[in-house]
C-alpha cells in the first residue's frame, strides 16, 4: 500500500496568515492526489483534485502543487470558515490512502 | 445536483454482518464515467477507503484488501442504489460509514452524510 504522511499534524495560525500542509508519498503517484477539508460532524469536502486542479465554487485562496512524493495545500490568507482537519489522498493505485489529517486551529 | 442518502443501522453485534444502503439523485449508479465507494472513518479520525462499484458495460468492483474476504459492495439499478455488507464484525470495525461517489478515477466529489455504526454486544 502506498503511505501519504501529512506534517504538521496539528498547526496553530491567525486569521489572515499563509498556511502550507505538507504531504508526502511512499512512492511516485504522478499528480493523482486529492486534498479534503473537513469539519467535525460533516463528511469532507474535496478542495483540490490531480494535486492542483481547484474544484468548483473553492475559494482561490487554495492552491495545491506538487508531483511525484511531495505535495502541498497552500492557504493564502486563513479565514475563519478554514479552522478544521484537511486531508490528502491518492487515487494513483488501489488501495486508496489517506493521509492522516492535518488539524488548522486558532492561535 | 447529486445527493447520496444513507441508510442502515447504527448497532451491529459482533460476529454479525454490517449492512448499509446509499440511494443516488441526481446521477444515476450505471453512469459510465462515475464510481461508487465505501469508506469508513475510525474513532480515531484516520480515513480508509473500502471499495467501490462501477459500470463499464460490465459491472467491476475493488475491494481493500484488509475487508476483502468479508466485504461485497452491490448496485441496484432499479432502485438507483448500491449497497454495502461486510461480514463477520468485530469492534475494530465501529466507524463512522461514508458511501460517495468519483468521477474520472478517484477524487471522491459527493459524499453521504455518514453513518456511525458501532460494533458492541
Redesign the interface.
Given at each position: 500500500d502506498i503511505q501519504m504522511t501529512q506534517s504538521p499534524s496539528t498547526l496553530s495560525a491567525s486569521v489572515g496568515d499563509r498556511v502550507t500542509i505538507t504531504c508526502r508519498a511512499s512512492q511516485s503517484i504522478s499528480n493523482w492526489l486529492a486534498w479534503y477539508q473537513q469539519k467535525p460532524g460533516k463528511a469532507p469536502k474535496l478542495l483540490i483534485s490531480k494535486a492542483s486542479s481547484l474544484e468548483s465554487g473553492v475559494p482561490s485562496r487554495f492552491s495545491g502543487s506538487g508531483s511525484g512524493t511531495e505535495f502541498t495545500l497552500t492557504i493564502s490568507s486563513l479565514q475563519p470558515d478554514d479552522f478544521a482537519t484537511y486531508y490528502c489522498q491518492q487515487y494513483d493505485s488501489y488501495p486508496w490512502t489517506f493521509g492522516q489529517g492535518t488539524k488548522v486551529e486558532i492561535k | 445536483q447529486v445527493q447520496l442518502q444513507q441508510s442502515g443501522p447504527g448497532l451491529v453485534k459482533p460476529s454479525q454482518t454490517l449492512s448499509l444502503t446509499c440511494v443516488i439523485s441526481g446521477d444515476s449508479v450505471s453512469r459510465n464515467t462515475a464510481a461508487w465507494n465505501w469508506m469508513r472513518q475510525s474513532p480515531s479520525?484516520?480515513?480508509?477507503?473500502l471499495g467501490r462499484t462501477s459500470y463499464r458495460s460490465k459491472w467491476y468492483n475493488?475491494y481493500?484488501?484488509?475487508v476483502k474476504s468479508r466485504i461485497t459492495i452491490s448496485p441496484d439499478t432499479s432502485k438507483n442504489q448500491f449497497s454495502l455488507q461486510l461480514r463477520s464484525v468485530t469492534p475494530e470495525d465501529t466507524a463512522v460509514y461514508?458511501c460517495?461517489r468519483?468521477m474520472a478515477?478517484?477524487?471522491?466529489?459527493y459524499?453521504?452524510?455518514?453513518t456511525l455504526v458501532t460494533v458492541s454486544s
Amino acid at each position: 500500500d502506498i503511505q501519504m504522511t501529512q506534517s504538521p499534524s496539528t498547526l496553530s495560525a491567525s486569521v489572515g496568515d499563509r498556511v502550507t500542509i505538507t504531504c508526502r508519498a511512499s512512492q511516485s503517484i504522478s499528480n493523482w492526489l486529492a486534498w479534503y477539508q473537513q469539519k467535525p460532524g460533516k463528511a469532507p469536502k474535496l478542495l483540490i483534485s490531480k494535486a492542483s486542479s481547484l474544484e468548483s465554487g473553492v475559494p482561490s485562496r487554495f492552491s495545491g502543487s506538487g508531483s511525484g512524493t511531495e505535495f502541498t495545500l497552500t492557504i493564502s490568507s486563513l479565514q475563519p470558515d478554514d479552522f478544521a482537519t484537511y486531508y490528502c489522498q491518492q487515487y494513483d493505485s488501489y488501495p486508496w490512502t489517506f493521509g492522516q489529517g492535518t488539524k488548522v486551529e486558532i492561535k | 445536483q447529486v445527493q447520496l442518502q444513507q441508510s442502515g443501522p447504527g448497532l451491529v453485534k459482533p460476529s454479525q454482518t454490517l449492512s448499509l444502503t446509499c440511494v443516488i439523485s441526481g446521477d444515476s449508479v450505471s453512469r459510465n464515467t462515475a464510481a461508487w465507494n465505501w469508506m469508513r472513518q475510525s474513532p480515531s479520525g484516520g480515513l480508509e477507503w473500502l471499495g467501490r462499484t462501477s459500470y463499464r458495460s460490465k459491472w467491476y468492483n475493488a475491494y481493500a484488501e484488509s475487508v476483502k474476504s468479508r466485504i461485497t459492495i452491490s448496485p441496484d439499478t432499479s432502485k438507483n442504489q448500491f449497497s454495502l455488507q461486510l461480514r463477520s464484525v468485530t469492534p475494530e470495525d465501529t466507524a463512522v460509514y461514508f458511501c460517495a461517489r468519483d468521477m474520472a478515477g478517484g477524487a471522491i466529489d459527493y459524499w453521504g452524510q455518514g453513518t456511525l455504526v458501532t460494533v458492541s454486544s
